[in-house]
């Protein structure tokens, strides 16, 4: 679909559009690069000046007007009258996003929408002009091929967030924030603590009931939840090292983040 990129009348037009079949994902550091290649063709008229800062935001199309930000990409090109100038546009996008474009797809084929705006800097006139939407179509076979190509790095993301500081339990919050300001600062064992005192809060404040020697098939649904919390604090008393068996126990960080991530998550069953 093509639209026009309107500067004033001595300047004259950009026709712009998006080039068909343009859209890839390819694998990046912690994320994915999805990028797409628009078609421009400036004005024949040098009153232009020499450079264009083109600007794009990058939308999903849910339905007949609703639309989800994903992203702005920013490309400086070389102001050449009368040529037609090729620029890719890249987006970086984490699992999550393209996971959520896959779960809201309309229909057969991605929907996305392009908002692009354009500056020129060293014009005669004025610089600016109204942006353009560009809407894009991405056949369902093509965008499967590229998440298919992506392949073990395309997983889910699993956020847990901390209750606000105006809910309940903020107790257990700062033990755990506590826990995360140790961490940073290399404290092993201090931050293991501090997420150990966040389960004791648990403990007093879930209201699970203890299975006690009940055979673990027949714990009820609160009694399975007091065993896993007790497991996990019994992990953590491993950094007092009080004893014979926990004395050269030494937790790595990656342990200590799992371990606040995990109570962190009972948390938010209390």
Request: hydrophobic content about 40%; proline content about 4%.
């Amino acid at each position: 679909m093509m639209d026009e990129l309107r500067f004033d009348s001595e300047i004259g037009t950009i026709a712009v559009t998006a080039r068909e079949n343009s859209l890839s994902i390819e694998k990046a550091m912690g994320t994915h690069s999805l990028r797409l290649q628009l078609e421009l063709k400036l004005p024949s008229t040098g009153a232009g000046g020499r450079a264009v800062i083109l600007e794009a935001d990058l939308y999903a199309r849910f339905g007949a007007a609703q639309k989800a930000w994903l992203g702005t990409a920013t490309r400086a090109l070389a102001f050449t009258p009368g040529a037609i100038v090729r620029p890719h546009l890249q987006y970086l996008l984490t699992s999550a996003q393209l996971l959520a474009l896959e779960d809201h797809r309309t229909g057969d084929d991605l929907q996305l929408a392009l908002d692009v705006r354009a500056v020129l800097p060293q014009a005669a006139g004025y610089p600016g002009c109204s942006p353009a939407t560009l809407n894009i179509d991405v056949a369902e076979s093509r965008w499967r091929q590229q998440l298919e190509g992506l392949g073990r790095s395309l997983a889910f993301e699993l956020s847990i967030p901390f209750p606000a500081d105006n809910e309940p339990h903020q107790e257990a919050v700062g033990h755990l924030r506590e826990a995360q300001r140790r961490l940073r600062d290399d404290d092993i064992d201090g931050s293991l603590l501090e997420a150990r005192r966040a389960l004791e809060y648990i403990k007093d404040h879930s209201g699970w009931s203890w299975p006690g020697k009940k055979p673990k098939e027949q714990r009820l649904q609160d009694e399975r939840w007091a065993w896993i919390r007790a497991g996990l604090e019994d992990q953590t008393s491993g950094a007092v090292h009080a004893d014979a068996v926990t004395r050269h126990f030494s937790y790595t960080r990656a342990e200590v983040e799992t371990m606040i991530a995990m109570v962190t998550a009972l948390l938010r069953l209390v």
